[in-house]
Structures are given as C-alpha cells and as structure tokens.
C-alpha cells in the first residue's frame, strides 16, 4: 500500500530499494528557500543496516504489513530452532539469529508469535516474561541488608542476572525477556 512521506511513522515497515526498512526515525524540515522534505533514518529488517534517506513531502513509498501467527516451541536440531503452528499442526525451521539474544528464554511448548512477510520469517517476538529457577545465587553480605541491594545469581538457562538479596538457591522468578532483569518472585 503505497502512502505519502508525511503519513510515513516511526515503528512502520515499508520497502524501498527493494529491501524492507523498519522506520527509526522521522524528521520534517520546511526551509525558508527550497521544497519541505522529509528527513528518515531506516533501520534494515533483514540485515540490521542504517540509511537516513531524505525524502521529497510529494514522493510516496510502500508501507508493508507483516502477517503474524501464534507458534509453540517445539525443540532445537543444533543451530535450528522447531516450532509449531498451533492451528494446521505445519513445523517450521528457524535459524538461532533470527531470535537473537532472547533464544536463551525459549522453554518447552512456549507460544512464540512470528512475522512472516510473503513466507519468509523476518522476527520472534517471546511472552514479554517467562519463569526461571535461580540455579545458584551468591550469600547475603552482612551489613548490606538495611537497603535495596542486589546480588549476582545464576539462572537454569545459564544466565546472570542480579536478584535482590531474599532471593535463594531453587527459588523460582519472574524475568523480563526484553533485557533479563529480574522482574519478581513466581507465585507458586
């Protein structure tokens, strides 16, 4: 769907030179002498690359929309994740990068919405919180209790991660997939 310079947002996917952008920011400049443009910084969907482009206010560019779908995490082949569509039962093949850094999150049968764009998985996007179970977690130092203060921990998926001081060995919290901080202690 084609759509003027001015509409163009930031957060929008839109394909120029042949290559799909996700738009990472939009500037509008009206000089004194000269025609109003559009200054946009592009970030590339497939292979993270940066353009700023300036743009013409008359020119119009292709707004793209990406279908997603509800998967479930099956399990991992190597370096080749396996999940499932929840509705035709149909498995799919993901390479580890397309998930980036969050893949140490993935946990059995989790629901994993992925974009497609004409078939081909461009992102993975995890539950914005999963539960993890504290492997290990340093000793409360004496005299550091009277404030907030954090200690090291180690999580089952093999991650550090700084955890407030009542937190224990087996004890079960909430983390952020976002960045891996700790977010609360699970109900049980």
């Avoid at 580890?96 to 081909?120: A, P």
């Avoid at 461009?122 to 914005?128: G, Q, Y």
Wanted: charged share 25%; aromatic share 8%.
């Amino acid at each position: 769907m084609k759509i003027g310079i001015n509409e163009m947002r930031v957060g929008n996917i839109v394909e120029y030179q042949d290559k799909l952008w996700v738009v990472v920011k939009t500037l509008h400049v009206q000089p004194g002498k000269g025609g109003a443009y559009t200054q946009a910084e592009l970030k590339g969907v497939l292979d993270g690359t940066k353009l700023n482009e300036r743009f013409r206010s008359a020119e119009e560019i292709e707004r793209v929309f990406l279908d997603e779908k509800a998967h479930q995490y099956l399990y991992a082949e190597g370096d080749t994740l396996v999940f499932m569509d929840v509705d035709t039962f149909d498995q799919i093949y993901l390479d580890q990068d397309v998930l980036g850094d969050s893949v140490r999150f993935l946990q059995d049968g989790m629901l994993v919405t992925l974009s497609f764009y004409e078939g081909i998985v461009l992102s993975a996007e995890l539950p914005a919180t999963v539960v993890a179970t504290v492997e290990q977690a340093d000793p409360v130092v004496k005299g550091q209790t009277a404030s907030a203060s954090y200690k090291p921990a180690v999580l089952d998926n093999g991650l550090r991660i700084l955890v407030p001081q009542h937190i224990d060995s087996g004890m079960k919290i909430v983390v952020n997939t976002s960045d891996g901080s700790y977010v609360e202690r699970a109900k049980d």
